[in-house]
């Protein structure tokens, strides 16, 4: 149980009410004792008046009635703690699961790019919900059903004892038997478990792929294709399942048996010990009584055993993620404001996936107010560039600063508050196209709103919608064309009025009228920005104060749009490649 030892700090948030609930359960479990005795009694006092002729009818009567009523009031009773035990112990089990759920959810969000690029969506959502779901069980469930059987087998045994420890040892000898079975079987089902979550996993990352790109598989007509793969990965998911089950379906039966067994030892040696008179039949019933109220906390003990090894298996791979920490991290802070001067010093970065150089040695300076220009080929490291500013990735040597900072120094919330960013592939959330824009700014008034959809040039085809600003959008934005996203984006980050403006090619999928018109409404408003736009089309560049070229992670060429001409090189050619495209 090494793993659910993480789980210990969110017991001690909540023991108090764990605390009433154990006391609460083992109240409920010492009312359901009386029935035993008093049946016992019952029937002692019914022999005695039969064979012996002791008491009377009447007092035998009484008796019974007194007995009755007092076995209905204690099962009332029992039966009322019994249900705030629930109310309270699994009441906190759902408290644990909120706390647990929204600690992986702020977790996943303090990792950085690298960690998202190396584990799949499906297996992050499987953790945060089917596993955190068994470790649940753990802190819930299990732990109550451990205390009753507890409370139960203590308090049951010392009766026993008190009344016919000869009769108890006997009735006990299964036990370290069932201890054995227990131990074995619970091993089994931890390994199976890890094995089945995994599996879990698996199908969970292929369903949210398929949806995600159904688009693809429809066009390419591959559903036979992906059926036939679901069909597999089902079918494996079945059979790990199966493999867990049949070694499951062991406990119960074997508990049962062992029950049995003990049934059978107490008629036997105490159906002796009777004929001897060495015990009341009283006694007998009361053994045979005792032994079945342990029947099912004992056929418990396997389920909460297994309960306890997949919630052990699941915790595990929560505690997988929960130890990673982000290679990003937060700087002490700095002085504020900001110019917006952006150096970058020798700056080179490898990514450790692939090993690729995806900057060399880089050195180049945007100055505050001015606008940079970057262009290249696929894989020039134009977007890796961008990456580094907003700090989604740390560069392998050399440094960035902004003013006089090391971009490290920065606080993370404190610098991409700087920055309005728009991605290559821009993301929208499957919220209203209103909420979309307001991400830049969450108070954000509606003048503010048509103001930024303008200067991206599109509010025009949002009040073309029926619903208007409201208009809900699909997952990742699939109600909206590609250059609609792309303007929507743009206008996220035009409402933010940061300091520093990042473009990564977002008008690609614009036409060039639109792209004009976005360009000279960038233009005035990054009069008092910072802005950096990267791009393969040289018409998005052009008017930058300075334009970069880059081949390779490297810096190729520089200088104004006037001056890369002269040159007649990389640019030169590029530009004449594209206005024949465009004539043509």
Known sequence: MKELEYLNKYLKKYRSKLLIGIFITIVARIFSLFAPRLIGNSLTAVENFITNNEGNLESIKELMLINILIIIGTALLSGFFTFLMRQTIINVSRYIEFDLKNEIFQHYLTLNQRFYKNNRTGDLMSRISEDVGKSRMYVGPAIMYSINTITLFVCVIVIMISIAPKLTLYTLLPLPLLSFVIYKLSRIINTRSTVVQEILSKLSSFTQETFSGISVIKSYSLEPVINEKFDALAGDAKSINMYLVKVQAWFFPLMILLIGLSNLIVIYVGGNQYINNEIEIGVLAEFIIYI???????????????????????????????????????????????????????????????????????????????????????????????????????????????????????????????????????????????QNIKFGK???????????????????????????????????GITLSGGQIQRVAIARALIKDSKILLFDDCLS???????????????????????????????????????????????LESGTHNELMALKGYYFELFKKQQHEKEH
Request: proline fraction near 3%; charge should be negative; hydrophobic fraction near 40%.
């Open 442 to 476: 969450l108070d954000a008034t509606k003048e503010e709103l048509i103001e930024a959809a303008k200067n991206g040039c599109v509010h025009e085809n949002i009040i073309a919608f029926k619903e208007g600003y409201q208009t809900l959008l699909g997952e990742r």
């Open 509 to 555: 999928a614009v036409d060039t009228d639109t792209e004009e018109q976005i360009l000279n409404n960038l233009k005035r408003i990054s009069k008092n920005k910072t802005t950096i736009i990267v791009s393969h089309r040289i018409s998005s560049v052009k008017d930058a104060d300075t334009i970069m070229v880059m081949e390779k992670g490297a810096l």
């Open 292 to 434: 079945n109220m342990l029947t099912w906390p004992v056929a418990v003990v396997g389920w909460v055993t297994s309960v306890v090894q997949q919630a052990e298996a699941s915790q595990k791979r929560i505690n997988a993620f929960l130890n990673e920490a982000s290679e990003i991290k937060d700087g002490k802070g700095v002085a504020q404001p900001i110019a917006g001067a952006i150096t970058f010093n020798g700056l080179s970065l490898t990514y450790p996936e692939t090993k690729i150089d995806a900057v060399k040695q880089l050195s180049f300076t945007v100055e505050p107010k001015k606008t940079l220009g970057i262009i290249g080929g696929v894989g020039s490291g134009k977007s890796s560039v961008l990456n580094l500013i907003n700090r989604l990735y740390d560069p392998t040597s050399g440094s960035i600063t902004l003013d006089e900072y090391d971009l490290k120094d920065f606080k993370l919330e404190e610098l991409r508050s700087l920055i309005g960013y728009v991605p290559q592939n821009a993301f929208l959330f499957s919220e209203s196209i209103e």
